[in-house]
């Protein structure tokens, strides 16, 4: 099982899009997936799910989401337990986001110090988000997990890409991402760090710790403006800049003076174009954009979109598969 986190501070770059969208491509290339939504905004399980599906698995009554999953741990009467995974698909299912989530913030922030003193609870705290995606795993014999995250540097999520075999790094071709990956690669190698040597720290038993590999599997460039198949002016001042900022702030590679093109980075996972109109007609049925029928509304125009949607996708599947080193045929 390899878990792969998607995630940048900027918020808006299309991180959910993208994490909703390689869920189902992987699914169809054969490999069985679990999403898992651990932002507390819920966004990605709104992708999935219409309002009437998501009213039932909130009901306060009978919740089935990932916050049930840890609720037990964080009110003091017991331990995580078996996440409810909604299927999707035959090989494609998903744990459920919740905005009660945001309650394991507190929890999550002081347990993290606690950890350096041994202490069992806030191993157990701290690993809760790990254990969760085991157990989904398992339910799912899932091959990959592909998380969702919110746009912050919080305890959060700290304590999920603690437990993300991989990382990848949305971006948009803007200042603001740029400033974001900035930040984002140091905290990064922070939490890295910090988790290993809590690690040394952990008391003997049986509990299962995530091992806090957070290795960058690159960067995606996410709708850019296209004309005449190349960035617009605008943004290609931004898209240049990319390679070498990820050098140095993720990489922490010093005296970076003649990165490549951006088209040419090895970490360029992909520079996926906007769109356009599919996108709303995706949202309107449920599916991904690949997936689009012209009984969906995706006629003329639109189906060479789709065809040129799904080509992308299948590509960047296949980079992200193989920095896992998983086989996507």
Same mark, same amino acid.
Request: glycine share 6%; net charge neutral.
């Given at each position: +099982? ?21 869920? *189902? ?9 679990? #999403? ?12 999935? =799910?219409?309002?009437?599906? +998501? ?5 306060? !009554?009978?919740?089935?989401?990932? *916050? ?11 331990? &995580?337990?078996?996440?409810? $995974? ?9 744990? &459920? ?27 157990? %705290? ?7 995606? !085991? *157990?989904? #795993? @398992? ?22 890409? $603690? ?11 803007? =200042?603001?991402? =740029? ?8 905290? =990064?190698? @922070?939490?890295? @760090? ?26 995606? %460039? ?10 617009? /002016?605008? *943004? ?10 990820? @050098? ?30 599919? +996108? ?8 991904? +954009? ?8 995706? $006629?003329? #125009? ?14 960047? #599947?296949? /980079? ?5 080193? %998983?086989?996507? !045929?």
């Amino acid at each position: +099982m390899k878990t792969v986190a998607f995630f940048n501070n900027k918020g808006g770059v299309g991180k959910t899009s993208l994490v909703y969208h390689l869920a *189902y491509m992987f699914a169809e290339r054969g490999l069985r997936v679990v #999403a898992i939504d651990l932002d507390p905004q819920a966004n990605l399980s709104s992708m999935f =799910l219409d309002e009437d599906q +998501m009213e039932t698995l909130w009901a306060p !009554e009978e919740r089935q989401t990932v *916050y049930h999953a840890i609720e037990p741990l964080l009110e003091g009467t017991g331990d &995580v337990v078996a996440p409810h $995974i909604e299927p999707i698909t035959d090989r494609l299912g998903l744990v &459920v986001g919740d905005l009660l989530l945001s309650r394991a913030e507190d929890d999550l922030s002081s347990q993290w110090a606690e950890c350096l003193d041994g202490k069992p609870r806030a191993f157990r %705290v701290i690993s809760a988000f790990w254990r969760v995606i !085991e *157990y989904a #795993a @398992r339910g799912q014999d899932a091959e990959v997990v592909l998380m969702d995250v919110g746009p912050n540097l919080g305890a959060i999520n700290r304590a999920a890409l $603690i437990a993300a075999n991989h990382v990848v790094i949305p971006l948009a071709p803007d =200042l603001f991402s =740029l400033q974001g990956l900035s930040n984002l690669g140091p905290t =990064l190698r @922070r939490w890295r @760090r910090d988790w290993k040597k809590r690690l040394e720290t952990a008391p003997d038993g049986n509990l299962s710790l995530p091992g806090g590999e957070i290795d960058p599997l690159g960067f995606v %460039v996410l709708q850019h403006g296209v004309r005449i198949s190349r960035p617009v /002016k605008a *943004y290609q001042r931004w898209i240049e800049r990319i390679p070498r900022t990820y @050098r140095e702030a993720v990489l922490d590679e010093k005296d970076v003076r003649r990165p490549p093109k951006t088209e040419d980075d090895p970490y360029c996972l992909a520079m996926l174009k906007h769109y356009r109109s599919l +996108m709303p007609l995706a949202m309107e049925s449920h599916k991904p +954009m690949f997936q689009l029928k012209p009984a969906d509304g995706a $006629i003329g #125009a639109h189906v060479s979109a789709v065809r040129d949607c799904c080509k992308d996708f299948l590509k960047l #599947a296949r /980079k992200i598969a193989a920095g896992m080193g %998983v086989d996507l !045929e």
